[in-house]
C-alpha cells in the first residue's frame, strides 16, 4: 500500500468526521494560546481556576436556598479574606524563615562538614576521604547557587512585587465576574462553537466530575497536608516550620515522588537543629505517619474518583506539563493526561478508512 493510500485511509479514519476537525483545531489553538501568551494571561488563567474551584461552593449554597447573587458574594468575600490572610500573615512568614534559613546555611553547611569529617573517622572503610570531598564540593557548589539566585530574587523584588500587585487587583476582579456572569459567559462560549457538538459533550461529560474532583480534591489535600505539616513540625519545635509546611503541602502535587524529596529537606533541618538523637527519630516517625494518613486515609476520601492512569504516565505527564507551564502544569498534569485518555478513547473512527484497511489486508 502506497504512502498517499495510507494517509488518506488515516484521514478517513480519524478526521473524517467534521466535528472531530473543529476539537482539534480549538485543541490545537488552546495549547498554542497558553504555550506563547501564557505569561500574559496568567491573571486570567488563575482566575480561570480560583473560580472554578469556588463554583463548587456557590452552588452548595443555592442548593440551600440562597440566591445565586447573594451566594456569589459571600464565597467572594471569603475569599478575598483568605487572600489577604495569605498576603498578610502566611507569606511574610514564609519570606522570613526563607531569608533566615539563607542567612544560617554556612553554618548548616559547616556542621555538615563535620559531621562527614566524623562519620569518615568512624567508618573509614565505607566514608572514603575522596568521598567526603566529593560531597563537600557539590554541596559548596549548591550553596553558592542558592546565593546567586536570592541576590538575583532581590535584585528583581521591584517586578516581583509589581507583579504581586497586580495578581492581588485583576485576580479577584476576574474572579467575581467568573462567578457572577457564568452563565453567560458560558452561553457565549458555545454560541462560538459549531451547532453540533456530540462528540465535544461526550468528552466533557466524561471530564467534568474528574477535572471537579481532582482539582478541588488537589487544593484540599495541599492546604490540609501543609497546615497539619506546619502545627506538627512547630509543636516539635523545628525552625522553619512554616516554610518547611509550606513545601510538604505542595509536595503532594507531585505523586510517588514528592513526598520522596521533600523527606530531604526536613530530615536536613531536624538533624542540624536536633542532631542525630531522639528528637530527630521522633520528628522523622511523625512526618512518615503524615505521610501515611495523606496515601491512605486522606486521598481515599478527597478523590471519590480514581484516576484510571498507569504511574508512568502520570510521572511522564508531571514532566511533560511541568516542563510546558511550571507550577500550573504540574497541577493540571494529571487532568490533562487524563483528557488526552479521554480524547483517545471517544475520537471517532470512520468506518470507511476501517473497511479500506481490512480490504488492503
Do not use: C
Not at 497586580?166 to 457565549?188: G, Q, S
Not at 503541602?249 to 530531604?264: H, K, N
Request: glycine fraction near 8%.
Amino acid at each position: 500500500m502506497s504512502l498517499k493510500g495510507i494517509l488518506r485511509n488515516w484521514f478517513e479514519r480519524y478526521l473524517s468526521d467534521e466535528e472531530a476537525i473543529v476539537l482539534l483545531a480549538l485543541l490545537i489553538g488552546g495549547f498554542a494560546i497558553v504555550i506563547w501568551l501564557g505569561g500574559a494571561l496568567a491573571p486570567f488563567f488563575t482566575a480561570l481556576v480560583i473560580a472554578f474551584l469556588l463554583q463548587g461552593v456557590v452552588a452548595w449554597l443555592e442548593r440551600r436556598g440562597l440566591p445565586r447573587l447573594l451566594a456569589v458574594g459571600l464565597v467572594f468575600l471569603l475569599f478575598v479574606g483568605a487572600l489577604l490572610a495569605l498576603a498578610l500573615i502566611v507569606m511574610p512568614l514564609v519570606w522570613n524563615q526563607l531569608v533566615e534559613l539563607v542567612r544560617e546555611a554556612p553554618d548548616m553547611f559547616a556542621s555538615s562538614q563535620r559531621w562527614l569529617g566524623e562519620m569518615q573517622a568512624r567508618y573509614p572503610t565505607i566514608v572514603t576521604p575522596d568521598q567526603v570531598q566529593g560531597w563537600i564540593a557539590t554541596a559548596g557548589h549548591q550553596a553558592s547557587q542558592l546565593g546567586q539566585r536570592a541576590l538575583t530574587f532581590s535584585l528583581a523584588s521591584l517586578g516581583n512585587l509589581m507583579a504581586v500587585i497586580i495578581y492581588l487587583v485583576l485576580v479577584p476582579i476576574l474572579v467575581f465576574f467568573m462567578l457572577k456572569d457564568r452563565e453567560r459567559l458560558i452561553d457565549f462560549m458555545l454560541s462560538m462553537l459549531p451547532g453540533k457538538r456530540t462528540l465535544m459533550t461526550r468528552i466533557w461529560q466524561e471530564m467534568d466530575d474528574q477535572i471537579a474532583n481532582y482539582v478541588r480534591g488537589k487544593t484540599i489535600e495541599i492546604i490540609i497536608v501543609g497546615s497539619v505539616a506546619f502545627i506538627v513540625f512547630w509543636a516539635f519545635g523545628l525552625p522553619y516550620s512554616a516554610l518547611l509546611g509550606l513545601m510538604v503541602g505542595l509536595s503532594v502535587l507531585v505523586p510517588y515522588i514528592g513526598a520522596a524529596v521533600a523527606t530531604l529537606p526536613v530530615a536536613a533541618v531536624a538533624g542540624f537543629h536536633f542532631g542525630v538523637g531522639d528528637q530527630f527519630f521522633y520528628v522523622l516517625v511523625a512526618y512518615a505517619i503524615l505521610q501515611a494518613l495523606d496515601g491512605n486515609v486522606l486521598v481515599p476520601i478527597l478523590f471519590s474518583e480514581a484516576v484510571n492512569l498507569h504511574p508512568v504516565s502520570i510521572i511522564l505527564a508531571v514532566l511533560f506539563f511541568g516542563g510546558l507551564w511550571g507550577f500550573w502544569g504540574v497541577f493540571f498534569a494529571i487532568p490533562l493526561a487524563t483528557l488526552i485518555k479521554a480524547l483517545v478513547q471517544a475520537w471517532p473512527r470512520g468506518e470507511s478508512g476501517q473497511a479500506a484497511i481490512s480490504a488492503e489486508k
